[in-house]
């Protein structure tokens, strides 16, 4: 799947990684979540401004400990045909199944393998090695165009998980919430990763 290649992802380590003053307490939790692992609960959710290298921060901990590394725009574009079909079904008063399993329109039943028996296109199956990832790794939340459909898909794949998330954002948590269009989704990454700002200016525009 597209979204969970790691071939255009940097060759970024913490042994070439430059700390500054904007991400140094980052660098520090990113370093000790490392060092502790396996042996922590939450990953990190690192928030601030486009090129203060939040990503290159999640790499390092990505190509130190590896899991699922999942672009979360690109994610939604690769299920968005997905999407049209389910939103087709709603309007129909049939079932669209999001990958957690819960139907705002009617009861639906799965089958043993998590599949939809009204909706099959989009269920835990679609999205194999994400929710039982030991590390997974949601870098750009936000910036997708919002919809229901999309809040639904973030949501259930943080909804199935019980270890750690180490996730990017552009956002701040309150601006966060309004782009994904609900506040359990930031209430449940905030379960799952320590919240940390990272500042300074863009490196790209350097």
């Not at 725009?73 to 690769?78: E, K, N, V």
């Not at 449940?188 to 525009?205: E, K, N, P, S």
Request: aromatic share 6%; proline share 6%.
């Amino acid at each position: 799947m597209p979204t969970m290649s790691t071939g255009t992802l940097p060759t970024m380590t913490f042994e070439n990684l430059t700390v500054h003053a904007g991400n140094q307490k980052a660098a520090g939790m990113a370093r000790y979540f490392v060092k502790r692992w396996p042996d922590v609960r939450k990953g990190l959710l690192l928030t601030g401004p486009p090129g203060t290298g939040k990503t290159l921060l999640a790499t390092a901990i990505y190509n130190q400990l590896g899991g699922a590394w999942v672009n979360v725009s690109q994610l939604i574009a690769d299920l968005r045909p997905m999407g049209r079909i389910h939103q087709a079904r709603q309007n129909a008063g049939r079932c669209y199944a999001t990958i957690h399993g819960n139907c705002g329109v009617i009861n639906h039943k799965y089958s043993p393998a998590g599949v939809c028996r009204y909706c099959p296109a989009v269920n835990r199956a679609t999205l194999p090695g994400i929710s039982d990832a030991p590390v997974l790794y949601l870098d750009d939340l936000g910036i997708h165009k919002p919809s229901d459909w999309a809040a639904e898909i973030i949501y259930g794949i943080l909804d199935e998980r019980a270890a750690p998330v180490v996730a990017t954002t552009n956002y701040k948590l309150d601006e966060l919430s309004q782009r994904l269009g609900h506040d359990r989704i930031v209430s449940r990454l905030c379960g799952l990763a320590h919240v940390q700002q990272v500042t300074g200016a863009d490196w790209r525009m350097k």
